[in-house]
């Protein structure tokens, strides 16, 4: 399967923040979420895959094109919104869709004309008098029919009420579902990211902790409950990701779980009470925690 | 990385419509200057000489600030980076759409201004002192709109604005207490100078200089951040 985007050891440091060696693909059809704390990457990562910075070293290839000398190239089949877009408010949606048609020579008008309807957005008013629902749905339109192979979407439901967020991802879902189109959706959201994504890529400090299949990553991860009196010390050979003791009730939350890791638990003098699957956000406070663990 | 010029023609287009307001104003406000320039009295002299530079100060600043300052406040710069647009395509529209917005207003009031002067009492001898004004005022517009799109940055471009502004007093009284320009106020002899020659040269070789350095930067970069 052909990878729509290509980013091989991608290295770019600022003052206080490095982006370290990134190697990431996305096949094509695939849609991958780009999970991350503020902070941790995933607005640089972006902007070097739209050519909008240049990486210190390694190389960045978008639909077979290499960035950022191909950008223009690229972007023509590339549909991109972020968190930090605004469209120009004292303009109506109407005016933004003649626009960005002149860009687009294959604009789908017939399929933002629907767009238009599902949103239930009225084309004739100023973008000031949207609500950030209304805006953020404003700014999907505009992308998606441009008919893009790739949706590069920077945390498009970051400030959203909860209905509103809930409107969105339901939209985005059913067009989704609609289209045979690659998606990297980057997020701080977890729960965005497991109703969306097919493929998850965990970023923390400028490192990308994990990146695979979003049910096999998940199933590896289990969350073990016991009782019983046991040395800190011999549980913690079994390298699990997250030990907390409080009174005789241990947990665990261990990585890349074998059922056999059970027998060395009861080993230890502990009885197993539950073995629990994690949520995605489990999984990744429990990373990024054990990351941060590593480093001090 | 060639340029496309239709793409370029676009952004254009696009500042223009989203400005077109903005420059039917200062063409309105310019008339009214105009009109008060040639009535005649004093009074009304000064206010429409004042008025004028206003507007030219004001058409060539509000500009920079609408169309570069506000993009990136505003935060519509990461809609306009989203499409099929290359950095070079990107600083050359933004150039030619802002000297585009103050030339039209500019122009309008040089044009105007000469025709007033040349047909009014006004006496024709001002025509040197009067276009020397307006050629530092492009002057300072080109400094300004360079910074701006160098630095992106409302602050370097408020501080050079300011420090522009502040020098236009002292030349005024530079020019209007030379001989060379000042013995022909009350005449209708136009005397095209050596000092009025040699200094709209060297402000419009600074104009083209910087405006020439700021692009050639700009349309040199590979990425726009």
Not at chain 1, 30 to 39: A, D, F, K, P, R
Not at chain 1, 138 to 156: C, F, G, Q
Not at chain 2, 165 to 172: A, G, M, S
Request: aromatic share 10%.
């Amino acid at each position: 399967m052909q990878n729509v985007i290509q980013l091989t050891d991608i290295n770019k440091h600022y003052g206080h923040f490095t982006l370290e060696n990134i190697n990431l693909t996305l096949p094509a059809g695939e849609i991958m979420g780009l999970v991350g704390v503020n902070g941790a990457g995933k607005s640089t990562t972006i902007r070097i895959l739209m050519g909008l910075i240049e990486a210190d070293s390694g190389t960045v290839d978008v639909l077979g094109h290499r960035l950022p000398d191909a950008q223009v190239t690229a972007k023509r089949q590339v549909g991109f919104a972020s968190e930090d877009m605004r469209l120009y408010k004292y303009q109506n949606l109407t005016w933004h869709m003649d626009f960005v048609q002149g860009f687009y020579p294959e604009w789908d008008a017939d399929y933002a004309q629907m767009l238009l309807q599902k949103f239930r957005l009225n084309p004739t008013q100023a973008i000031k008098g949207f609500s950030h629902g209304q805006r953020v749905k404003a700014s999907l339109l505009l992308l998606l029919a441009r008919r893009p192979r790739l949706l590069i979407l920077d945390e498009p439901t970051t400030g959203l009420d909860p209905v509103a967020r809930s409107e969105v991802l339901e939209e985005l879902a059913d067009i989704l579902r609609d289209e045979n189109r690659s998606v990297l959706f980057s997020s701080h959201n977890t729960h965005d990211v497991e109703q969306l994504s097919d493929s998850i890529t965990f970023l923390h400090d400028g490192r990308i902790l994990a990146s695979e299949d979003i049910e096999c990553f998940v199933n590896k991860w289990r969350s073990v409950r016991c009782t019983g009196h046991a040395s800190p010390t011999a549980l913690a050979e079994l390298k699990p990701a997250h030990l907390r003791q409080n009174g005789s009730v241990w947990q665990l939350k261990i990585d890349n779980f074998q059922p056999s890791m059970l027998e060395a638990i009861k080993a230890q003098g502990l009885e197993v009470v539950e073995v629990m699957r994690m949520s995605l956000e489990e999984i990744f406070i429990a990373t990024v925690k054990k990351d941060t663990r590593h480093e001090h | 990385m060639s340029i496309d010029f239709r793409t370029v023609k676009q952004l254009i287009i696009k500042d223009w419509q989203l400005h077109r307001n903005m420059i039917a104003g200062y063409v309105a406000t310019g008339i009214l200057g105009l009109a008060l320039l040639g009535y005649p009295h004093l009074w009304t002299f000064y206010m429409g000489c004042i008025i004028l530079l206003t507007v030219m100060i004001a058409a060539g600043f509000h500009a920079i600030t609408a169309t570069i300052i506000a993009e990136k406040k505003d935060q519509t710069t990461p809609f306009i980076l989203s499409l099929p647009v290359q950095p070079a395509e990107y600083a050359l529209a933004k150039a030619v759409a802002n000297m585009g917005i103050f030339f039209t207003a500019w122009l309008f009031i040089v044009i105007s201004m000469v025709f007033l002067v040349m047909t009014t009492h006004i006496p024709n001898g001002l025509l040197p002192f009067f276009l020397a004004i307006c050629l530092f005022l492009v002057m300072s517009y080109c400094i300004v709109l360079s910074v701006a799109l160098m630095t992106e940055s409302e602050g370097w471009s408020i501080f050079t604005m300011v420090l522009l502004n502040l020098l236009l007093n002292p030349v005024i009284m530079l020019a209007a207490n030379n001989p060379l320009y000042y013995s022909h106020f009350k005449t209708d002899t136009i005397v095209w100078h050596s000092l009025f020659i040699t200094s709209i040269t060297l402000m419009l070789v600074a104009a083209l200089a910087v405006i020439t350095f700021a692009l050639i930067r700009q349309t040199r970069r590979r990425t726009f951040i």
